[in-house]
Nanobody, 126 residues
């Protein structure tokens, strides 16, 4: 089992930056991929970005490409989502999730991950 906990959400203004963190604990020794997702109020959850276990491959949703950056520090068992030039439409609960390396990391684009956090709320005011 792997547990993931997100942090770093808050209230910011449009145009600001914010960095979210996702800490994994438990049976992380064999490596794991990480995905970030968001669920705006009243809408379905959507894929944001994913990074493979070694950190050398990433995929982004078109809506955030060029403004959001996913990264990880395996020594700290932590993944990050740097969000720049935030728009009011980015208001959502942001969640991270982890999966073992038996799945291709690209499967995160369709939500195929095993362990999910509870999320952290990001509110962007205009």
């Amino acid at each position: 089992q792997v547990q993931v906990v997100e942090s770093g959400g808050g209230l910011v203004q449009a145009g600001d930056s914010l960095r979210l963190s996702c800490v994994a604990s438990g049976r992380t020794g064999s490596g794991y991929h990480i995905g970030w997702f968001r669920q705006p109020p009243g809408k379905e959850r959507e894929f944001v970005a994913t990074i493979n276990w070694s950190g050398d491959s990433t995929i982004y949703a078109n809506s955030v490409k060029g403004r959001f950056t996913i990264s990880r520090d395996n020594a700290k068992n932590t993944a990050y989502l740097q969000m720049d030039s935030l728009k009011s439409g980015a208001t959502a609960v942001y969640s991270c999730a982890a999966s073992g390396t038996l799945r291709p990391f690209a499967a995160a684009r369709v939500g195929l991950l095993d362990y999910w956090g509870k999320g952290t709320l990001v509110t962007v005011s205009s």
